[in-house]
């Protein structure tokens, strides 16, 4: 009997030693008890796995746009020059409505010979204001009305308004494709020393004058990547009272950015006018290399 009972007694504390181990594991947290791989080799970050493209929102033509450009150049010695070109621009997209406002300067003077005074080679300013309206699908209703004051074209004025329709083959935040038709009304005021000239030559001019025309126009802009900006525009008009008269306008730009908010721009803008004011070149290529600082 004696041997049973110890045999009793010892089974009895094993069990009550395993009781209170197991009772004592319980209460552990489980981090001191999981012996985890240190990595199951699908780390996630999202709950619903890897992240996918989302579609672009419904603003995502909506932009705010402004920039301000400024160039210059200067030379001494055997031939004296000084020239300086500016420009802003300001683009504001919100659903439906484009404001577009724009505002360009370009002046130059110069003595081919030593000890000559500088005289004015280039001399213009000008200004812009559009806005378009944009209908279901891809068309657009717009207006713009523009000056342009340019002394050796022999205008102290150039006044245009520009109402119209528009169809945009391409209509993305970063990048437009368009093409416009409409009508254009240019009324301009001749400067005194230009109708002097005319005169000399025999030609009579008149202080004012308006033209009726019709235009059509083709435009591309695109943000080609976030370093690269393209632009360029192409119109025609063509004279409704006087089929002699039309003009050709062509302006391109290539911007690059340098880093924090400032590009360098390349522009060239070529004005043709077929039947311009007698003594003045029917032709005018501007090209200016500037820095360009983007504010929005």
Known sequence: MNWRFCALAVLSLGSSRVSRAANAAAELPDSLLKQDQASSG???????????????????????????????????????????????????????????????????????????????????????????????????????????????????????????????????????????????????????????TAAAAGNAVAKRESRHSGRAFAGYMSRVNPAVTLATGLEYLQGLDDSRHYRLNWDGSVGSSVGKGFSIATTVSVRYDHRPLPEVEKTDIITSLSLVYQLL
């Open 42 to 196: 699908a780390t996630n970050v999202a709950t619903s796995g890897f992240e996918k493209a989302d579609k672009p929102a419904a603003d995502a033509k909506d932009a705010s746009e402004l920039q301000l450009s400024a160039g210059g150049l200067a030379s001494a010695g055997n031939t004296r020059s000084i020239a300086a070109t500016g420009a802003g621009k300001l683009r504001l997209r919100r659903e439906a409505n484009q404001l577009g406002a724009a505002l360009a300067a370009n002046f130059a003077r110069s003595a081919a010979k030593k000890g000559d005074a500088l005289a004015t080679t280039v001399e213009n300013f000008q200004g812009k204001l559009r806005y378009d309206r944009f209908l279901a699908g891809s068309f657009a209703v717009f207006g713009a009305t523009s000056a342009r004051h340019d002394q050796f074209q022999g205008l102290d004025l150039r006044l245009n308004f520009d109402p119209g329709i528009e169809y945009y083959i391409v209509d993305e935040g970063k990048e437009q494709l368009w093409a416009e038709v409409g009508y254009d009304f240019q009324y301009d005021i001749r400067t005194d020393a230009e109708i002097a």
